[in-house]
């Protein structure tokens, strides 16, 4: 029966019955002939056809979050403190820290954090001049910047243990641009971006308000206004649809590592005025629906209470699970890594679409072979949603902008030491700034989008 569903020459289609926990799920379609909401998918120059209605078989391609029908949905995020986001957050800096001395430097580094121990592995290729003790020196200045001075992880006083290495001769010869070549993908990978109008910002609403809960909260920790908080902190923001649309909290979770001469209720009475200045006015959920450190104590926190590693936490990084993942962490890697540069022009991309009024919600996957510079695909998904014809939109795309991985740094300007601050509330969604922080948040293609398609 599968095999008969992905046949666009049969003309109707009974059911399909798929496992799901040990439960029966039936799904139902009718008279494919291939209708309008066929989605394309542009492939060695050719258009590839898939079906919507296949949307339980094909997770990957499609947004979990329906445009009608009334549910819940849910995203987290996790603070800077959290023990990941420390990594991410060191390993980013050593990123910029190899970025501010030579622009093309490579760098791929992953950050290990445990009880007052810290160990740096990876690659790099860059300028002599960057010694360990200067990693050491970034590492430990990420760390105080975040708040640890705890005895059970002190930015001061961890250990930390480094075995950067120089990169691979074999993966530059396919990364560096030499006679008629261009430079190559760092890693073959898919990469995906994703954008709707939930929120001002064209992101998702549960990873948006999420993310604001615990930056209002880290801003005041940071200002010296919540001495009894420490910077361990998760927060879990589930949003009722109505129609498709976000109407209010229906629950809220908020996890805040604290000092230990308060106890539950005093946190959760710290907490509440951040989630509610977070929230829409009547957004705030029930008072029995409103968690906070649910365990009822949270003073042995970061990485003394967990480990952490870089890249662990890419839900986070992205739309909180309402678009799907290409799999590949972001932090780390400088800009030739396409898990980086090319979900960040997924993102760029699909923004646009939304702003320039083609669609209210786009999807946009990109997949690249390792040496190789051009994308092997591009794939659009306006989720039912375009006023134009969407089969147009990978020509049109391809056409404004430059694909490669070379293009693709030049065109947003990813060169610059611009990723630490990537490393805690979400790399998408954020103000782009005249240094070239988030650039990839950039509205600039959509006076083009609306001529292109004359909207």
């Given amino acids: 029966m599968i095999k008969d569903l992905l046949n666009p020459r049969k003309k109707k289609v009974a059911s399909v019955a798929a496992l799901d926990n040990n439960k029966c799920a039936c799904m139902r379609a009718s008279a494919l002939n291939m209708p309008r909401n066929v989605q394309g998918l542009e492939l060695a120059g050719r258009t590839v056809h898939t079906f919507p209605f296949l949307t339980p078989l094909l997770p990957a391609w499609v947004s979990p979050m329906s445009k009608s029908g009334n549910y819940l949905f849910t995203s987290e995020s996790v603070g800077e403190g959290h023990p990941d986001k420390i990594c991410d957050r060191v390993s980013d800096s050593i990123v910029d820290l190899y970025l501010s001395a030579d622009p093309h430097s490579r760098v791929a580094v992953e950050t290990l954090a445990t009880t007052n121990r810290v160990v740096l592995a990876g690659e790099i290729r860059g300028p002599s001049s960057i010694t360990p003790q200067d990693m050491e020196h970034a590492a430990r200045e990420a760390i105080r910047e975040i708040g640890y001075a705890q005895k059970g992880f002190h930015w001061q006083w961890a250990e930390i243990h480094n075995y950067v290495h120089p990169q691979s001769v074999d993966i530059a010869i396919g990364v560096d641009a030499s006679g008629d070549k261009d430079e190559g993908a760092g890693d073959q990978g898919i990469m995906f971006g994703y954008a709707c109008r939930e929120t001002p910002t064209y992101m998702p ?77 009547n957004w705030m959920c029930e008072e029995k629906h409103f968690y906070v450190n649910p365990t009822g104590r949270f003073v042995i926190g970061g990485p003394d209470g967990d480990a952490g590693l870089t890249g662990r936490k890419i839900i986070v990084d992205t739309y909180g699970g309402a678009a799907p993942h290409g799999g590949g962490a972001f932090s780390g890697k400088d800009p030739t890594k396409v898990d980086r540069s090319a979900a960040y022009m997924a993102r760029y991309l699909a923004k646009n679409v939304v702003a320039a009024g083609i669609a209210e919600r786009c999807t946009i996957q990109l997949a690249y072979a390792i040496g190789v510079s051009e994308p092997l695909a591009l794939y659009v998904n306006t989720h039912e949603t375009a006023v134009v014809d969407e089969e147009k939109l990978p020509a049109i795309l391809r056409g404004l902008v430059r694909l490669s991985p070379r293009g693709i740094r030049e065109h947003l300007q990813l060169n610059r030491p611009i990723y630490k601050k990537t490393s805690s509330f979400g790399h998408f969604g954020r103000e782009p700034e005249a240094d070239g922080h988030f650039s990839w948040e950039r509205l600039d293609l959509v006076a083009e989008l609306k001529r292109a398609f004359g909207v």
Avoid at 209 to 234: F, M, N, Q, T, V
Avoid at 236 to 262: C, F, M, W
Wanted: glycine residues 6%; proline residues 8%.
């Fill in 205 to 281: 609403a549960p990873i948006f308000y999420a993310h604001k809960i615990l930056r209002l909260i880290s801003e005041d920790r940071h200002a010296g206004k919540l001495p009894l908080l420490g910077p361990d902190a998760k927060s879990q923001v589930t949003l009722e649809y109505h129609n498709g649309t976000p109407v209010r909290a229906a629950r809220i979770v908020v996890s805040t590592q604290h000092d230990e001469k308060i106890g539950q209720e005093e946190v959760r009475a710290l907490v509440r005025p951040y989630v509610q200045a977070a929230l829409p006015e």
